[in-house]
């Protein structure tokens, strides 16, 4: 999502979930600093290298069946229902909450990681960030520069979809994705998950009929 697209969209994104940019922004510095020595991937490298029609697991019960030869994009926690059955994804895009084990267990096998920065998981990111030993691009929802990108997305899943489309995918597939019923971590509240499932919804429904529902 260009820029331009995407700023009006989080500027709604903050007024209606009460987030402020300046929290955004201070985690963003955070994870540059934490991250100067990791292996950092320039996003010039990787345009085409999605495919024509990746696949985005997300964590609501997805069907993992024909998935080989697919290139696969896993949604945060969803990491963790792949790494059970034996599938590494080719990415995973992570605000470094659900399972992190797995999803630094996909880091160690290859898997490009997507770190995202946001105000609500500066914890997560002095925890976490540098245990993601495996190529990585730095991702954040607000002012992004030529370390710390911005493809637009505001949870792991639309997130993940802006990515692909952002590297040339003509059409995304998507797989375990619920709008309705959140998957609940501990201490997340449902109402607030809720309305962050919503504003997923309305940003991969920007995609139209390149977004293929299975």
């Given at each position: 999502?260009?820029?331009?697209?995407?700023?009006?969209?989080?500027?709604?994104?903050?007024?209606?979930?009460?987030?402020?940019?300046?929290s955004?922004?201070?985690?963003?510095?955070?994870?540059?600093?934490?991250?100067?020595?990791?292996?950092?991937?320039?996003?010039?490298?990787?345009?085409?290298t999605?495919?024509?029609?990746?696949?985005?697991?997300?964590?609501?019960?997805?069907?993992?069946?024909?998935?080989?030869?697919?290139?696969?994009?896993?949604?945060?926690?969803?990491?963790?229902?792949?790494?059970?059955?034996?599938?590494?994804?080719?990415?995973?895009?992570?605000?470094?909450?659900?399972?992190?084990?797995?999803?630094?267990?996909a880091?160690?096998m290859?898997?490009?990681?997507?770190?995202?920065?946001?105000?609500?998981?500066?914890?997560?990111?002095?925890?976490?960030?540098?245990?993601?030993?495996?190529?990585?691009?730095?991702?954040?929802?607000?002012?992004?520069?030529?370390?710390?990108?911005?493809?637009?997305?505001?949870?792991?899943?639309?997130?993940?979809?802006?990515?692909?489309?952002?590297?040339d995918?003509?059409?995304?597939?998507?797989?375990?994705?619920?709008?309705?019923?959140?998957?609940?971590?501990?201490?997340?509240?449902?109402?607030?998950?809720?309305?962050?499932?919503?504003?997923?919804?309305?940003?991969?429904?920007?995609?139209?009929?390149?977004?293929?529902?299975?």
């Amino acid at each position: 999502m260009k820029r331009i697209d995407w700023e009006p969209l989080y500027e709604e994104i903050l007024s209606d979930m009460g987030y402020d940019r300046f929290s955004d922004e201070s985690s963003a510095r955070l994870l540059k600093t934490l991250m100067p020595n990791a292996d950092l991937v320039d996003d010039d490298e990787l345009p085409g290298t999605f495919g024509e029609c990746p696949v985005v697991i997300g964590p609501a019960n997805p069907d993992l069946s024909g998935l080989d030869g697919r290139f696969i994009i896993s949604a945060g926690s969803a990491t963790e229902i792949l790494i059970d059955k034996g599938i590494v994804p080719n990415v995973v895009v992570t605000d470094l909450d659900g399972n992190i084990d797995s999803q630094i267990e996909a880091s160690k096998m290859g898997a490009l990681t997507f770190l995202h920065a946001h105000g609500d998981n500066e914890d997560l990111i002095m925890r976490y960030s540098s245990s993601f030993t495996g190529p990585v691009i730095l991702t954040t929802q607000a002012t992004s520069d030529r370390i710390i990108r911005n493809y637009g997305g505001f949870t792991d899943g639309d997130r993940a979809v802006c990515i692909a489309f952002y590297f040339d995918a003509d059409n995304v597939e998507l797989r375990g994705f619920n709008f309705s019923e959140p998957c609940l971590k501990d201490g997340t509240s449902p109402e607030i998950k809720l309305k962050k499932l919503r504003w997923a919804e309305k940003i991969i429904s920007m995609f139209g009929d390149r977004i293929i529902i299975r």
